[in-house]
């Protein structure tokens, strides 16, 4: 931790040990998680300040100018504004709303509080910022109007948040039903570009899907798949207090596998939990605030089913 950020969280704690709350361990200890719970806090909303900045250009120098609407969340406030004289920015953050509620109970507080904050950020910005159209060409606007968007919204999620609420929903429903992530976003997008069909023309509903491709194409580059679990192995001296911390902080199950390491043939526990992406930042504030050193494998998984990651499909 760099010293002024040492130095300001230790004049936060020192009142507390003034009051002999904190004895001289326990004290060091927690300067030392509130350091890494900052510095993560940090490193998330530099991802989404960028992201919305992304988004953002996107939106003004590319779609709005044009007419060219997307799919998801955002398809859906578009279209809103195109038929309403309804603002894209209230829009943009009224449609969101319900999913961010959501958001609460399916992934947790921490992800609806930093999503509530890009999601403003990102109406303020709309509604303030002008940037000038980039280009007219029809082919270009869905293509790199799609990219930027799509780019904001993968930096977002890299943050620990959305600036779309889809993904919420998609969660949400796949725990509730068979359908998977994939699944619950191709169908609800299939019925935006529909009703866009009908309020436009098939010729913006079908540059509005090739914004869409972009869009999630981009999106699959930055964070690797929004429809992905991430399976995630750890090897740990102190894996009891990672273990604990998955099951009461994450609210996630994991498994513990009995190891020994190659070089000394030391017996060891190794971890392994799923978990989805937007849970992953989580995930490794709560591993480096107990072992910093902790080696950490990640893998991709494309679904998963039963145990605390996912219900099963009533019969």
Do not use: W
């Given at each position: 931790?760099?010293?002024?950020?040492?130095?300001?969280?230790?004049?936060?704690?020192?009142?507390?040990?003034?009051?002999?709350?904190?004895?001289?361990?326990?004290?060091?200890?927690?300067?030392?998680?509130?350091?890494?719970?900052?510095?993560?806090?940090?490193?998330?909303?530099?991802?989404?300040?960028?992201?919305?900045?992304?988004?953002?250009?996107?939106?003004?120098?590319?779609?709005?100018?044009?007419?060219?609407?997307?799919?998801?969340?955002?398809?859906?406030?578009?279209?809103?504004?195109?038929?309403?004289?309804?603002?894209?920015?209230?829009?943009?953050?009224?449609?969101?709303?319900?999913?961010?509620?959501?958001g609460i109970s399916t992934i947790s507080r921490q992800f609806a509080i930093k999503s509530i904050v890009a999601i403003t950020m990102l109406a303020v910005s709309v509604h303030?910022?002008?940037?000038?159209?980039?280009?007219?060409?029809?082919?270009?606007?869905?293509?790199?109007?799609?990219?930027?968007?799509?780019?904001?919204?993968?930096?977002?999620?890299?943050?620990?948040?959305?600036?779309?609420?889809?993904?919420?929903?998609?969660?949400?429903?796949?725990?509730?039903?068979?359908?998977?992530?994939?699944?619950?976003?191709?169908?609800?997008?299939?019925?935006?570009?529909?009703?866009?069909?009908?309020?436009?023309?098939?010729?913006?509903?079908?540059?509005?899907?090739?914004?869409?491709?972009?869009?999630?194409?981009?999106?699959?580059?930055?964070?690797?798949?929004?429809?992905?679990?991430?399976?995630?192995?750890?090897?740990?001296?102190?894996?009891?207090?990672?273990?604990?911390?998955?099951?009461?902080?994450?609210?996630?199950?994991?498994?513990?596998?009995?190891?020994?390491?190659?070089?000394?043939?030391?017996?060891?526990?190794?971890?392994?939990?799923?978990?989805?992406?937007?849970?992953?930042?989580?995930?490794?504030?709560?591993?480096?605030?107990?072992?910093?050193?902790?080696?950490?494998?990640?893998?991709?998984?494309?679904?998963?089913?039963?145990?605390?990651?996912?219900?099963?499909?009533?019969?």
């Amino acid at each position: 931790m760099k010293p002024i950020f040492r130095y300001i969280l230790i004049e936060i704690f020192k009142l507390d040990k003034k009051k002999g709350e904190l004895p001289d361990k326990q004290f060091e200890s927690e300067v030392k998680k509130a350091g890494i719970e900052f510095s993560h806090l940090f490193h998330d909303f530099f991802f989404i300040i960028v992201g919305v900045i992304s988004a953002t250009i996107g939106l003004k120098g590319f779609l709005l100018p044009n007419m060219f609407i997307d799919g998801g969340v955002m398809g859906i406030s578009l279209i809103i504004a195109e038929i309403t004289v309804l603002p894209l920015s209230v829009l943009i953050f009224i449609v969101n709303l319900p999913f961010l509620i959501m958001g609460i109970s399916t992934i947790s507080r921490q992800f609806a509080i930093k999503s509530i904050v890009a999601i403003t950020m990102l109406a303020v910005s709309v509604h303030f910022f002008t940037f000038p159209a980039i280009t007219n060409d029809k082919l270009l606007i869905a293509v790199f109007g799609g990219f930027f968007l799509g780019l904001g919204i993968g930096l977002a999620i890299r943050g620990g948040a959305v600036i779309d609420g889809t993904e919420v929903l998609a969660v949400f429903v796949s725990r509730k039903t068979s359908l998977t992530i994939g699944d619950v976003i191709l169908v609800f997008n299939i019925m935006i570009f529909s009703v866009a069909a009908y309020v436009f023309t098939i010729e913006i509903a079908l540059y509005a899907m090739l914004t869409y491709l972009s869009a999630s194409k981009t999106v699959d580059f930055v964070v690797s798949g929004i429809e992905e679990y991430v399976g995630v192995t750890i090897i740990s001296y102190k894996n009891d207090e990672i273990r604990l911390a998955i099951l009461e902080k994450l609210g996630r199950g994991c498994t513990v596998y009995s190891g020994k390491r190659g070089q000394t043939l030391e017996k060891v526990d190794i971890l392994y939990t799923l978990l989805t992406r937007l849970e992953l930042a989580k995930l490794n504030t709560e591993i480096d605030k107990i072992d910093k050193e902790a080696f950490v494998i990640m893998h991709s998984i494309k679904d998963a089913k039963g145990g605390m990651i996912k219900k099963r499909p009533l019969e």
